[in-house]
């Protein structure tokens, strides 16, 4: 009968299963994107947003991005994504770094600035950062979009 031995033996093929891929990963990705794959922050998708986008990568992942605003000031930042684990920590970190900054200053990053702030990227995970920064700028494009509205409507009146 499958006894104690059995899930012993069980779990310990689990656990260095895992300690394998752990090490293939750890060859493969920096500490950082690891960190952020494994434990993310700003996951989720924000009710009724300030501004948000959804981009589909040409890998058939999405990539889905939420802001919320103070002023030009982007307060909060969530994200929401279906893909790899590499777009997860460029979700995370992204989202971690245009919090407290301005629209204009958020636009202002670029794929590369990312991968730098993982500590690097894989050359074939590369696509992944570009698929978060352009969400992110269609984020903040719709915000604009959505501000020029408003000020048509109060100039309006
Ligand atoms: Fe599709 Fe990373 S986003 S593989």
């Not at 499958?2 to 750890?26: M, P, W, Y």
């Not at 919320?68 to 460029?90: N, Q, Y």
Request: charged share 30%; proline share 3%; aromatic share 4%.
């Amino acid at each position: 009968m499958g006894g104690r031995g059995e899930s012993t033996e069980f779990d310990r093929l689990a656990e260095e299963l895992q300690r394998q891929i752990l090490e293939q990963e750890r060859a493969v990705y920096s500490a950082k994107v690891l960190e952020e794959a494994h434990n993310p922050k700003n996951v989720g998708r924000m009710p009724q947003p300030d501004a948000w986008a959804i981009v589909h990568g040409w890998c058939g992942d999405t990539m889905e991005i939420y802001l919320r605003l103070d002023g030009d000031k982007i307060e909060r930042a969530t994200f929401m994504t279906d893909g790899c684990g590499s777009t997860v920590a460029c979700g995370s970190v992204l989202t971690q770094m245009v919090q407290g900054r301005s629209l204009e200053e958020a636009n202002q990053i670029q794929p590369d600035d990312l991968i730098a702030a993982l500590g690097g990227l894989p050359e074939e995970s590369v696509h992944c950062a570009e698929l978060t920064v352009n969400t992110l700028r269609e984020a903040i494009a719709r915000a604009r979009a959505r501000r020029e509205v408003r000020s048509e409507e109060l100039g309006g009146r």
